[in-house]
């Protein structure tokens, strides 16, 4: 297949030319679950969902099983007074009634809020508080949690009526959802109203509350179609889980968007279970963050009990993805895989594309989405030149497809006059993509040098003793900071002072001598977010401690 240049691409782009494939118009309005499901139920054989559960059941979904399904829920909904702009909740596992939940939310105009089954009940209890929540789903393995959440709103749970649990759920739901017609007019909503509720963490203070409006639907479009490459040819797998954005912008309502089949894998992630999920679906188009690949490479020697898998491209997003992942990846499934970048906030930015021919650059986060604009600014908010550092930034007013309105209760403000700002620290390559180096407080400051933990992570990851590492600046009174590392090894090395020292020199060689790290602690696992980030705050903190203690 023929693909067009990306600079060519860019000039002749229009947002019209994405909304024209909608079934409504962002004039006036348009219904969410009518654009990623009903309008590919025509034929009645047509894919939506393959799943495979846990406990090792597996299945599929037609759009049209899901649009009946989505009407019956709708029809509940309703019934209990539940409609537009209200929110509803699911805590859930990657399964159909997770999708139909999904789908019946949005059906009835309502705005569906994801919760990742890992929450406790305190963080469970804030989001449901601070949404007004009027409705939650979930099954009998995450009911205890609620238990332990005041103000809980009506209940949903996923069982039938032999199930213990039965009794103290508000609504059971398959026996309510039979019982409801599987028609439903779906409610359209406005451009900038809301579908989805997410929240945000940082590494300080509660979670920020992020709306997405119907209009993200066009800058999730261009992304599946152009970065991801989305073809209707593909078995298509995004391995993140729907409780975060990246899954469920793009595990769930991108694929579906195009009218493609997504695939839901409920057991947690091991590299058996991957490659042998890649082998039985035929999947052609994978998507999954660094931590992912990390683990499977680790694991490739099972990949000779793996002849069959096949894959056609692949995506990383989440943390910078590193070349050793990259040339291992083309290595071991002949194939390519694309580092991509984006937020909670705003989507996927920035990419590098499948579907449109560009330079590529070694870990870099790639080019702008069409109709984007990213810059990166100075101290001072002026757009920096081409080899500078400085925060990346959207240029709202010459970004048509920007969708992100503000936090939702007014938690913070990330503008600077017409920028958005990510708080993300990029160098600019002077041509439309950019080159990540590190949160801006991540960034390590040390005898004037300015160093990005990303660059000496992805260092350290091309040694064969290394499985992962986190780097972050250790308070020092000459310089300071100094680099320290964080390092997990693979078992057949000994995590000793020989091998610190063999890192630090690979370091010293393979990127500068300023940027080493001066200290290295072997460490068994590194502190993660529930969707895998890296939490360098609890590291820096944990260096400032061991100064203090002398």
Same mark, same amino acid.
């Given at each position: 297949m023929d693909?067009t240049?990306y600079?060519d691409f860019i000039?002749?782009?229009? !947002?019209?030319s994405?909304?024209q ?8 309005g348009l219904? /969410? ?5 009903d309008r ?7 894919v ?9 059941d597996?299945?599929?979904m037609?759009?049209r099983e899901l649009m009946?399904r &989505?009407?019956?829920?709708?029809n509940?909904l309703t019934a =209990?007074?539940?409609?537009?702009g209200?929110r509803?909740a699911?805590?859930?596992t ?11 939310a949005? *059906?009835?105009?309502a ?8 929450f406790?009940?305190?963080a ?8 007004s929540?009027r409705?939650?789903i ?15 709103p ?7 009526d032999?199930?213990p649990?039965a009794g ?6 398959? $026996?309510t959802l039979?019982? =409801?017609?599987?028609?439903?007019t779906?409610v359209?909503i ?6 989805l ?5 940082g590494?300080?203070?509660k979670s920020?509350?992020?709306?997405i409006?119907a209009r993200a ?6 992304y ?11 078995n298509?797998?995004?391995?993140a889980?729907?409780?975060?954005a990246?899954?469920?912008y793009?595990?769930v309502v991108g694929p579906?968007?195009l009218g493609?089949?997504t695939?839901?894998n409920?057991a947690g992630f091991?590299?058996d279970?991957?490659f042998?999920f890649? *082998?039985r ?6 998507a999954?963050?660094?931590?992912a690949?990390r683990m ?6 099972l990949l ?10 692949a995506n &990383?997003a989440g943390?910078p993805?590193?070349?050793?992942i990259?040339?291992w990846v083309?290595r071991v ?5 694309c580092d $991509?970048?984006g ?6 930015t920035?990419?590098?594309f499948?579907?449109?021919?560009h330079e590529?650059?070694e870990?870099?986060?790639?080019? $702008?989405?069409?109709?984007?604009r990213l810059?990166?600014l100075d ?6 030149g081409?080899g500078? &550092?400085?925060e990346l ?11 992100f309105?503000?936090y939702?209760w007014?938690e913070?403000? !990330? ?9 993300d ?7 439309g993509?950019h080159s990540y180096?590190g949160r ?5 400051a040390?005898?004037?040098y300015r ?7 992805s260092?350290?990851?091309?040694h064969?003793?290394v499985?992962?590492?986190?780097v972050v600046?250790k308070p020092d009174?000459k310089?300071g900071s100094?680099?320290?590392a964080? /390092? /997990? ?6 995590a000793?002072d ?6 630090q =020199? ?5 990127l500068?001598t300023?940027a ?6 072997f /460490?068994t696992d590194? !502190?993660?977010t529930s969707?895998?980030?890296i939490? *360098?705050f609890?590291?820096?903190k =944990?260096?400032?401690?061991e100064?203090a203690?002398?």
């Open positions: 693909k240049r600079n000039r002749d782009f229009t !947002p019209e994405i909304i494939n909608f079934i409504g118009d962002f004039n006036s219904n /969410v679950c009518e654009e990623i499901c590919w139920a025509d034929d009645p054989t047509r939506a969902l393959r799943y495979e559960l846990a406990n090792g597996r299945g599929e037609t759009f009946q &989505s009407a019956q829920f709708a509940f =209990q007074g539940i409609g537009k209200d509803i699911a805590l859930l990657r399964t159909p009634e997770l999708m139909i939940a999904v789908l019946g949005l *059906r009835v105009g705005v569906y809020q994801p919760l990742f089954t890992a406790g009940p305190g469970i209890e804030y989001r449901l508080q601070k949404a929540t409705l939650i979930t099954n009998p393995e995450q009911w205890p949690k609620l238990k332990e959440v005041n103000g809980l009506t209940t949903m749970l996923v069982a039938d032999t199930d649990l103290e759920a508000d609504f059971l739901y398959y $026996q039979d019982a =409801q017609p599987d028609q439903f779906p359209k406005g451009a900038d109203e809301p579908f509720q997410m929240f945000t963490s590494t300080t203070g920020k509350g992020v709306t409006p639907l066009a800058a999730f479009h261009v599946m179609r152009y970065a991801i490459g989305l073809r209707d040819t593909d298509f797998w995004n391995v889980d729907p409780g975060w990246y899954g469920l793009y595990a579906l968007l493609c089949t695939h839901f409920e091991t590299a279970n991957t042998e890649l *082998r679906y035929k999947i052609t188009n994978l999954a963050a660094p931590t690949y499977l490479k680790a694991n490739d020697a000779k009990d793996y002849p069959e898998i096949d894959l056609r491209v &990383s943390e993805l590193n070349p050793e990259v040339n083309q499934f002949d194939c390519r895989v $991509q970048y937020q909670t906030e705003t989507g996927m920035s990419a590098n499948h579907e449109l021919e590529y650059r870990a870099s986060m790639g080019y $702008q989405l069409p109709g984007y810059v990166a101290a001072d908010f002026n757009e920096v081409p500078e &550092s400085g930034a959207i240029d709202m007013e010459n970004s048509p497809l920007y969708f309105q503000g939702t007014g913070k403000s !990330p503008y600077f006059d017409r920028y958005y700002l990510t708080g620290v990029v160098i600019s390559n002077g041509d993509s180096t801006d407080d991540d960034i390590i040390s005898a004037g160093i990005g933990p990303a660059d000496v992570e260092t350290l990851l091309e064969e003793a499985v992962e590492s986190a600046g009174d310089r100094i680099v320290k964080y /390092v /997990v090894t693979h078992p057949q090395f000994d000793d020989q091998l610190a020292e063999a890192l =020199q690979h370091v010293r060689n393979r500068s300023h080493f790290p001066r200290e290295i602690e /460490v590194l !502190p993660k969707s895998g980030k939490q *360098r609890l590291l820096r =944990q260096a400032e401690q100064v203690a002398g």
